[in-house]
């Protein structure tokens, strides 16, 4: 299976200007990666690290402020390559329509607040598919009963719902078509455990019987070790880190993404736990050098001035970190 | 983005908005003595709501008789775990004033407060106690700046004058890891979820509150992120004083900085008591669901069986027995047309049949244990 997506020294900045204060926000700043067919792409990263952003930018689907100022995003449709700042409205829209399904983050505001849920289900299968109400009734009631949503949410008003029931009737929506990209930021945060364990499982089989790829954000690292099949790691603006689920989670490599999996709180022990030393960088004005570098327990002074690459460090495995690469080239050098 | 928000949604969480102003006389707090010792009493709680369904109207309880008691000299974080849809922010809801209690008793500091409509009640109320909601983005008008939001509630409750405000509001801010310098003039669709997530805690801690009830008040964050404010709660509790009432799906924080937890399930609540026993030890066959659809980071952990939410939620309302006995692996005959009593066993209360006649489970009731 091939890519299906790649950036190219992507950059997609916020540029904003109000009462005559320009910022410009660099959420997006060189990233370079490549997505294959039928793979779970995760993505992980600090709160505001530009996660959202990014997948905004592969969806092709943003406006201003948002802005790519560099780089490219290209498609590979049908054994053809497209660039997406190339799409013609037509291919967009096909693209949009036919192929690609995207759940937002907080994605229970999707669903407009006006309508019965079974109504909004009918409004997008007629918009793709040439359906009556109730061929749409139909398939959407047994859509909703794999998912475990009860018979009474068809007739409910968004409002009438829980956090979690509409979110899981978000991702219905999404997914009721059988898209073959999926895009999912945040889809299982407002779940418990056991219907957050549920709705993977229904991500995974629509993934896999239809061999769709799956692109995934979550906090959740638990989530991605049980969906992704690998995990790109951002920090603040940056790709700093990707490899295998199960690279990143026994043997991560750059500082930041060991300070990650070491946060994570677990059921053994209550014992205090320290975050991440220092505060999220702001993005209009990111740090010099490697941005990491003011909360990174291992920086040098080069640290402070040069960016560090994104290298291979090993059969696809990705670091951008100047302790990892001078290990590296020591130990080579034995 | 535009942002579909003036649906019939859920209320607006900010009281402060709604006081306006003339907030000038201060309010009576209850300082004439009464017995002492307890914070909010929350008792025989439940909400039902009416559901039509064609020409017919299903009424159900999304919260059944909830009892709960925090003491005020002993400030805690009251964890709410359990099931999406299992009436937990429904509580929250009742707690704040923001629903009508159908049946049962608030009392906060001695004063009922299951009707806090008066203004005096309110301002009152809206000091003492501070929501932080799921959805910072509905928390927020999308056509408003955000510190503005900041400066109004420092303004209506008086906490700093025009002159200290600013420095105020950045103290606070700082306490979640910001800056008013980083938020000053944007708007909330500028921020991302994690960031407008902080800035709602910390216009909830503006006021200076005793009680705040957070409703998943962590779920945008990271891991680091989720540390951090979970601390910042036990800071709260262990040098200011302040009680939490921490809903969260996320069992690990609930673990980590609860002092007691609650686990809902249909409206009810199913296990209450420690929290390292109720999490390290669970009895009741839900909470032991819980604990092991954890999804954990090791490999070797990974979920095999396939679980099948068909039955989750379908009927469960309505049942005339056990909620939980389409599901659970240990249900007896008697589960499914009995209502389960809350037995007091191992130092929490447990609504099962399983441990009634004071516990020990009998040798039917034993074949339980291995759940997954
Ligand atoms: N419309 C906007 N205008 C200006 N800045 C913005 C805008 N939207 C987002 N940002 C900024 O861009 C950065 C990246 O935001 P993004 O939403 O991509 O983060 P994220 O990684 O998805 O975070 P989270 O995990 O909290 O959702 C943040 O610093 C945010 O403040
Ligand atoms: N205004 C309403 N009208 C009718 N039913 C409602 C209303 N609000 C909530 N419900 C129902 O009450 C039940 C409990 O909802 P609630 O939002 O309290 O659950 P929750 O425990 O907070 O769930 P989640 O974890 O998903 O946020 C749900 O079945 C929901 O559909
Ligand atoms: S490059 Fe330097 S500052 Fe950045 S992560 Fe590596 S050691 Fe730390
Ligand atoms: S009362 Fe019966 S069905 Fe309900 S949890 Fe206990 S054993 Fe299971
Ligand atoms: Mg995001
Ligand atoms: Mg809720």
Redesign the interface.
């Known amino acids: 299976m091939g890519t299906i997506i790649e950036t190219n020294n992507l950059r997609a900045y ?1 540029i ?1 200007n ?2 005559g ?1 320009e910022r410009t926000v660099k959420a997006v700043d060189d990233i370079t990666l490549r997505i294959q067919e039928g793979e779970v792409y995760g993505i ?6 530009g996660k ?1 952003t990014l997948l905004r930018v592969l969806l092709n689907a943003y ?1 201003p402020p948002l802005t790519v100022v560099g780089g490219e995003v290209v498609y590979h449709l049908d054994g053809e390559r497209v660039n997406a700042a190339d799409m013609t409205e037509e291919q967009q829209r096909d693209l949009r329509w036919r192929t690609i399904s995207y759940i937002p ?2 994605s ?2 999707v669903l ?3 309508r019965r849920i079974r109504d909004s289900f009918h409004d997008f299968i007629s918009a793709h598919r040439d359906v009556s109400k109730a061929e749409s009734f139909a398939l959407t009631a047994n859509y909703l ?8 949410v068809l ?11 509409r ?2 009737v978000t991702i219905a929506l999404a997914t009721i078509l059988w898209p073959k990209l999926i895009f999912a930021d ?1 889809p299982t ?14 991500l995974k089989d629509v993934q896999q019987n239809e061999g769709s790829t799956l692109v995934l954000i979550t ?5 991605h ?2 969906l992704a099949d690998r995990i790109a790691i951002l920090y603040a603006g940056k790709l700093v880190e990707e490899a295998a ?2 690279t990143i ?2 043997s991560p490599r750059h500082p930041y993404t060991r ?3 070491e ?5 053994d022990s ?1 014992e ?5 030393p220092g ?2 960088p ?1 993005l209009d004005r990111p740090p010099s050098g490697c941005r990491f570098h003011e909360r990174c327990p291992l920086a040098k002074d080069i640290c402070k001035t040069i960016e560090p690459a994104l290298i291979e460090i090993a059969p696809k495995h990705f670091t951008a970190c100047h302790v990892v690469e001078e290990e590296l080239s020591h130990a080579s050098a034995v | ?1 535009p ?3 003036d ?4 209320p607006p969480p900010a009281p402060a908005r709604q006081d306006g102003e003339g907030s000038q006389r201060l309010p009576l707090p209850d300082s004439s003595g009464g017995p002492r010792g307890v914070l909010l009493q929350i008792e025989n709680l439940s909400k039902v ?1 009416h ?3 064609g020409f017919s109207s ?1 009424e159900f309880h999304a919260v059944d008789k909830a009892s709960i008691v925090i003491d005020s000299d002993k400030p805690e974080i009251f964890a709410v ?6 009436g937990k ?1 429904t509580l929250a809801k009742m707690v704040l004033g923001m629903e009508a209690a159908s049946e049962g008793i608030l009392r906060y500091k001695n004063r009922v407060i299951n009707d806090i409509s008066s203004k005096e009640m309110k301002t009152w109320f809206y000091r003492e106690v501070q929501p932080v909601f ?2 910072p ?2 928390a927020f008008s999308p056509l408003k700046r955000i510190d503005g939001y900041l400066f109004e509630t420092a303004a209506n409750y008086k906490m700093a004058n025009k002159k200290e405000a600013p420095r105020y509001i950045n103290e606070v801010l700082s306490e979640v ?2 800056t008013l310098a ?1 938020i000053a ?1 944007r708007y909330p669709n ?6 407008a997530q902080r800035v709602a805690i910390a216009r909830a801690l503006l006021t200076k509150p005793s009680l705040i009830v957070a409703d ?1 008040p962590v ?10 404010i979970v ?1 910042m709660f036990r800071n709260l509790k262990d040098h200011s004083e302040v009680s939490v009432i921490y809903i969260t ?1 996320d ?3 609930a ?2 900085a609860g002092d007691r937890i609650a686990v809902m399930l249909r409206g009810w609540i199913v296990e209450m008591g420690p929290t ?1 026993q109720v ?2 030890n669970p009895l009741h066959p839900y909470t032991q ?3 092991t ?7 070797s952990d ?2 095999n069986e ?10 469960e ?1 309505t049942r005339t027995g056990c909620k939980f006995a389409g599901r659970c692996p240990a249900v007896m005959d008697i589960c499914h047309d009995n209502i389960p009593p809350n037995v007091q066993h191992q130092g929490r209360s447990v609504k099962c049949f399983l441990y009634e006649d004071d516990g020990a489970p009998t040798s039917q009731k034993v074949a339980t244990p291995a759940l997954g």
């Open positions: 916020y904003t109000a009462y204060v992980a990263g600090e709160s505001g690290c959202s406006d983050q907080g229970m505001h407009n607040p006006v009963r794999d998912l475990g949503l009860p018979e009474k007739a409910s008003y968004p409002h009438q719902l829980s956090g979690g029931m979110q899981r945040e945060t407002a779940l418990d455990v056991v219907v957050q364990r549920g709705v993977i499982q229904m906090h959740d690292i638990g989530v070790a049980n689920t199960q989670l026994e300070f990650l999996i946060s994570l709180p677990s059921l209550r205090e736990r320290l975050s991440i505060r999220p702001a | 983005m942002q579909q928000s649906g019939p949604k859920t709501f559901i039509r369904q299903q775990v359990g099931e999406s849809g299992s922010t799921q959805d983005f509905a890891g910001l980083e003039g500028e921020l991302s979820g994690g960031q998943e779920s945008m964050l990271d891991a680091s992120l989720r540390m951090s601390n799906h069992l690990a924080t673990f980590y390292e999490l390290g669901n819980l604990k659809s954890i999804p954990s980071i090791r490999s990974a979920w396939k679980i099948d939410l068909a039955v989750i939620e379908t009927d309302y």
